[in-house]
């Protein structure tokens, strides 16, 4: 299990710690939320913020100063699980720059820049799957940074993630490069799947469309499972594997419930299977840790099962490719909105510390 927040207040308490040891947190992920949410609270940034006021840096190079403090700090927290798995947990995620998700060569860029900046072993630098993205992640890969491809809702991106990264390992191995210290995982998102197609449900509002709730996301998610199982079973790969290469982790993403019928473990209790990773946020985190039934692999027997239940779906007039394509948008704007939102606090904050609301200097973003 990962955990999907980040703040100093919890690094310096000692909280992460603790959740290493206590519930068995073995990585951390982050977004522009979290971090928008951590920085915004200022809590802990007080001092940060007062020296680049100082020093008179944009609002960008402020944030990128503050969340690679935080992902350096958290990486180091994390170290021991790194290295007593072989790199495989012990991973910290921070995502490139949302604003550059439909630029392929400034991801490239950014992603070089920010695994410089955290310079850790255990960092995962965060790439979109969108259409620009899967170059990116490509190249990126072939230079040897480990990458948490982000925000993958359809099975049809899933495969081309997938792809992506096994193009980017033969690249790497073309470039001379060790292929064992690459790792990567694919963020597949999972409760926001329900959340849209619950909605258009309950909008039909008959009793085939009500009885298919709650079911479209785990039906979703095992079969991108089963993607994984054929991708990761084929001659291609086991040329890599041979060659050194990690198979590249299924990642589920958004598992904190949204509908409050449902229970609040649904989306860790389903979705057990070999070799994945789930990221979720610490309230799920406590309820699987009390109550959460994990009762071994909850996935590969259900592909049939989760193939009728997206075809009963479809058959309702709910188009599965609008739906994903939608998510895929949405999740873009929604990071872009809260990257927004952190520099505009930032921004605020440096004003304050270095007296501009009162001078009449600027701060520039």
């Not at 522009?32 to 007080?46: K, M, T, V």
């Not at 900046?117 to 630098?125: A, K, T, Y």
């Not at 990761?232 to 041979?242: D, I, Y």
């Not at 479809?314 to 948008?329: M, T």
Request: aromatic fraction near 6%; charged fraction near 25%; charge should be negative.
């Amino acid at each position: 299990m990962w955990l999907d927040d980040l703040s100093r207040r919890r690094i310096a308490s000692g909280n992460l710690a603790g959740l290493i040891a206590d519930k068995h947190v073995v990585g951390v992920t982050t977004n522009p939320s979290i971090f928008r949410a951590a920085i915004g609270s200022g809590e802990g940034y007080e001092e940060q913020l007062a020296d680049l006021a100082v020093r008179r840096v944009t609002v960008d190079e402020a944030v990128r100063m503050m969340t690679t403090a935080d992902v350096r700090a958290a990486a180091d927290v994390l170290r021991p699980v790194y290295e007593a798995t072989g790199g495989r947990d012990g991973r910290v995620s921070i995502e490139v720059d949302p604003r550059l998700a439909h630029d392929t060569d400034a991801t490239v860029a950014e992603a070089v820049q920010l695994s410089w900046l955290v310079d850790r072993p255990n960092v995962m630098i965060k790439i979109p799957a969108t259409e620009a993205g899967l170059p990116a992640i490509t190249e990126v890969i072939a230079r040897g940074i480990s990458v948490n491809v982000t925000l993958i809702f359809s099975l049809a991106r899933y495969r081309q993630v997938m792809d992506a990264y096994l193009t980017g390992l033969e690249q790497a191995r073309e470039r001379g490069t060790e292929l064992s210290g690459i790792h990567s995982v694919a963020s597949f998102f999972v409760s926001r799947v329900d959340a849209e197609i619950d909605k258009r449900l309950t909008a039909l509002g008959t009793d085939e469309a009500l009885g298919l709730r709650g079911r479209a996301a785990l039906a979703n998610a095992r079969l991108a499972y089963q993607a994984y199982e054929e991708l990761f079973g084929t001659a291609r790969w086991a040329a890599l594997e041979s060659a050194g290469a990690n198979r590249q982790r299924p990642l589920w993403a958004s598992t904190g419930v949204k509908d409050p019928a449902y229970k609040d473990t649904l989306y860790v209790d389903e979705l057990v299977a070999p070799g994945t990773v789930n990221t979720m946020p610490e309230a799920t985190l406590d309820a699987t840790a009390d109550h959460g039934d994990v009762r071994g692999d909850t996935v590969t027997g259900g592909y049939a099962q989760a193939r009728a239940d997206l075809d009963a779906v479809a058959r309702l007039g709910i188009s599965y490719d609008e739906v994903v394509g939608l998510l895929e948008d949405e999740g873009v704007a929604k990071f872009e909105a809260a990257w927004q939102e952190l520099l505009d606090a930032v921004a605020a904050s440096l004003r304050v510390k270095d007296g501009a609301d009162d001078d009449g200097k600027e701060v520039h973003a």
